[in-house]
């Protein structure tokens, strides 16, 4: 094998096995690009992010500049590493074209999605809450583009009916390193992505996770999995907003959309009915729903928003 003179970039716990993997194979990781610490926990401590405490751990220099797409400083001290390749896992900065030109070999991206489906910044989410039967790592050349540079190698990954994200997430994460490591022993060729069966991924907010009682039961189910732990699935009953953690799809009941129907929390969809299986109270534990409705009152006949 041989040995590449690299910089790693990336932040959260997603990209920390392909990190390892570099270092493991023996490759020399001149640098690690992160995200800066920042103020985390109820005394709002500054801290480093997942990479950056890896990184430490395995003895690697690390930087974590804010920024760095018109920064001269940052340019000049990226080509200044004489680097062979770098690899890029959910960085969370845009990298402009002085540094995804500097290194020999480009700049290779681990991203999570059979491109070019699944562009941007939740392709994670976004397949699960589609319905896809797969998912998958793509390692690209990374270009100036939005997730559009050529693809050097894929695997796919399966998604079931019980996919949740962090189960995706992880299984995703576990194949990047192997992946990533292959494209720079074998140097595939680089193939265009087509034009056609291009989507994009957007970015998540809390607004997301409202439960559209209208929707289908399995259209809901998908985005209860797709969207815990974060941002997180809820729904509104009185004045209470009720977090939903865990649920599943019952197309034989029906009724009126956002009804309960049995004391067992099956609550009614515009098609079908979605059982929850597993309910959080604001400030509270997350617990089974049989628990949880031994303390809570929701009756059949309530209707939820």
Known sequence: MQRLR????GSPDFSVPALRALHEAGHEIAMVYCQPPRPAGRGHKETPCPVHRAALELGLPVRTPARVRRDAAEHAAFAALELDAAVVAAYGLILPREMLEAPKRGCLNIHASLLPRWRGAGPIQAAILAGDRESGITIMRMDEGLDTGPMLLREAVPIGPHTTTPKLHDALAAIGGPLVLR???????????????????????KEDGRLNWAESAPALDRRVRALNPWPGTYFRHGEETLRVLEAEPVLGASGTPGAVLDEAALVACGEGALRLLRLQRAGRAAMPAEAFLRGYALRPGDVLA
């Open 6 to 9: 690299l910089a790693f970039m």
């Open 183 to 205: 494209a720079l022993a074998e140097q595939p060729a680089p193939v265009q992505q087509p034009e056609d069966g291009v989507t994009y991924a957007p970015k998540l907010g």
